[in-house]
C-alpha cells in the first residue's frame, strides 16, 4: 500500500508548501503556499510576473503546477472541469496558504476560525494584489465597479473528522509562531498520510504540538517540516519575554519594537512590557486591523487599549483628505497619533516601528530611543543586506539596539522526537532546505 502523495511545493526550500493527495475519488490538497525562495530566484521587487499575463507567468517560472482543473477561469482563459476536491489550509502564514488566490473557487478551502480571523485583517490592511486574494477575489481584467467572487471556505474545529469522498481528513491544533495552526491526519483506503504543517515544541503551546503527535501515531506516510532540522536547541518564549520586559523598564527614553504581529504570544509578550512599565503601546494602522480581528477570539486587550499610529501622507500635514477608506476610518474610532504626540510622552511609549517603517524616524527624531528587533536573524544575502540598511538607520539617530526572538519551528532534536512518537514507516521532507539531513535524523 502506498499512499498517493505529490510534493508541488516545499520540496528543497523553505515553504510554499502544496501537497497533493490523489485517491480513487477525490484529490485533495494540503497548503498552497508561494514559494518565496523560488519566486526570488526570477523575481524581486521591480520584476515581477506580468498582470497582463494572468497565472501564465507563474506556471511558466514553475511558481503554480501545471495542472488542468485547478485554475480561475479568468486567469487561464477558459472553461475547465474542476478536477480538485479542496485545499486544507494549515494555517494562515503566506507561503502556505497565499496562492489559494489563483484556485478556481468551486474548490472548497478548509481552514480553522483563527485562520479566516487572520485572513480577513490581512484582507481588510491590504492592497488588491493577484497573489494575495485568498479568502475572495475580482475577475481579471477588472472591470469598473465589478463585485468580488467569495470562495468557498469552509471552518474546521480541531479533532473533529471531515471526511472528503474516501479520505477522512482530522485536522489538529498544534503550537507554531502564529495562532490557529494545524497538522493533518488523513486516512484513506491506501494508508495514514499524517502532514505536520509548521509546528515547533518550545513554544508557549507546546501540549499541543504533544497531542498531534499521539493522535497521528502509526502514520504510514509523515509529510514533516524541517525548516530547523540543523539547529540543535531552540530558545523559549519565556528567554524573549524575560529579555524584553526587562529592557523595556530599564530604558528612559523613547522605545521602539518590531516582530511578527500575526504572532499572538510575541504580542502578549510586548503587551506584558508595556503594562510592566506603564508604557502606551501606540501601532500603526494594519496591526490595529489584527488587534481588532482577534482581540475577542483570542483573549487580547482590545484596541482601545491601544494608540495609533499616523503616519504621514499625501500633504504631510495630517489634514483630514490625506487619509482614505478603512485606514481613515479608524483613525476617525480610535485615539491616533501623530509623531509630535509620541514624541512629546517618548518616556511612556512603546512603538511598534517595522524596519520598513523607519522613514518615520525623520520625523521623530529620538535622542534617546532603544530599538527591540524580535525577529529571525538574517539568513540569507537579501536580508543581510537589510539588515545592513537597518543598522545605518539606527546609527543615525543614535538608537541602541537589541535583539530577542525564539522560532516558529522545531530544532532538530524536537523534531526527532516528534517522528519518534508518531512512528511512522516513511518520511516525506518538506519546507526544508535539507531534506536529506532530515531523512537522515528522523531515521
Ligand atoms: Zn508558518
Redesign the pocket.
Given at each position: 500500500m502506498k499512499p498517493p502523495i505529490t510534493i508541488y511545493g516545499g520540496k528543497k526550500e523553505i515553504?510554499g508548501n502544496k501537497v497533493l493527495l490523489e485517491g480513487r475519488d477525490a484529490k485533495l490538497w494540503l497548503d498552497f503556499g508561494v514559494g518565496y525562495a523560488s519566486r526570488s530566484k526570477y523575481f524581486e521587487e521591480f520584476v515581477n510576473p506580468r498582470p497582463a499575463n494572468r497565472i501564465g507567468d507563474f506556471i511558466e517560472m514553475g511558481l503554480a503546477p501545471n495542472l488542468k482543473g485547478l485554475y480561475r477561469e479568468d486567469l487561464i482563459g477558459r472553461r475547465e472541469e474542476v478536477e480538485y476536491d479542496g485545499v486544507f489550509i494549515s494555517?494562515a502564514?503566506m507561503?502556505?496558504c497565499a496562492y489559494v488566490s489563483f484556485l478556481n473557487p468551486e474548490i472548497p478551502v478548509y481552514m480553522s476560525e483563527v485562520t479566516k480571523l487572520v485572513l480577513e485583517a490581512v484582507k481588510e490592511a491590504g492592497k488588491r494584489d493577484i497573489e494575495l486574494e485568498i479568502l475572495a477575489f475580482k475577475e481579471r481584467p477588472i472591470k469598473k465597479g465589478a463585485e468580488e467572487i467569495e470562495r468557498d471556505i469552509r471552518i474546521f474545529k480541531s479533532g473533529k473528522r471531515k471526511r472528503i469522498g474516501e479520505f477522512e481528513v482530522t485536522p489538529v491544533n498544534v503550537d507554531?509562531?502564529?495562532p490557529g495552526?494545524h497538522g493533518f491526519v488523513v486516512d484513506g483506503p491506501e494508508g495514514r498520510v499524517v502532514y505536520s504543517g509548521?509546528l515547533r515544541m518550545h513554544g508557549r503551546g507546546r501540549e499541543k504540538t504533544e497531542e498531534f503527535v499521539e493522535k497521528a501515531e502509526g502514520a504510514d506516510v509523515l509529510v514533516l517540516e524541517g525548516t530547523r532540522v540543523e539547529e540543535k536547541r531552540s530558545r523559549l518564549e519565556e528567554d524573549v519575554e524575560r529579555d524584553v520586559v526587562k529592557w523595556v523598564k530599564e530604558h528612559s527614553g523613547l522605545v521602539l519594537v518590531d516582530f511578527n504581529f500575526k504572532d499572538v504570544d510575541r504580542l502578549k509578550t510586548f503587551l506584558k512590557a508595556s503594562e510592566e512599565s506603564d508604557r502606551i503601546f501606540v501601532i500603526p494602522f494594519k496591526e490595529a486591523v489584527l488587534v481588532k480581528h482577534l482581540s475577542k477570539k483570542l483573549k487580547i486587550p482590545s484596541l482601545d487599549n491601544f494608540v495609533l499610529f499616523k503616519p504621514k501622507r499625501r500633504s504631510g500635514m495630517f489634514e483630514e483628505r490625506d487619509y482614505r477608506g478603512v485606514e481613515k476610518e479608524y483613525y476617525e474610532k480610535y485615539e491616533s497619533w501623530t509623531y509630535k504626540d509620541v514624541m512629546e510622552n517618548e518616556k511612556k511609549v512603546m512603538l511598534f516601528l517595522s524596519y520598513y517603517a523607519f522613514p518615520n524616524l525623520i520625523d521623530l527624531k529620538p535622542k534617546n530611543a532603544l530599538f527591540i528587533h524580535s525577529l529571525s536573524e538574517a539568513f540569507n544575502e537579501e536580508m543581510e543586506i537589510s539588515k545592513r540598511r537597518m543598522m545605518n538607520w539606527l546609527k543615525h539617530f543614535g538608537i541602541e539596539y537589541r535583539h530577542s526572538h525564539c522560532s516558529?519551528h522545531a530544532s532538530g532534536s524536537e523534531l526527532r522526537d516528534i517522528a519518534k512518537g508518531i512512528n511512522p514507516k516513511r518520511v516525506i521532507p518538506i519546507h526544508t532546505e535539507h531534506p536529506r539531513k532530515l531523512t537522515r535524523l528522523v531515521k
Open positions: 515553504g494555517h502564514h507561503d502556505h507554531h509562531s502564529v495552526a509548521d516558529g
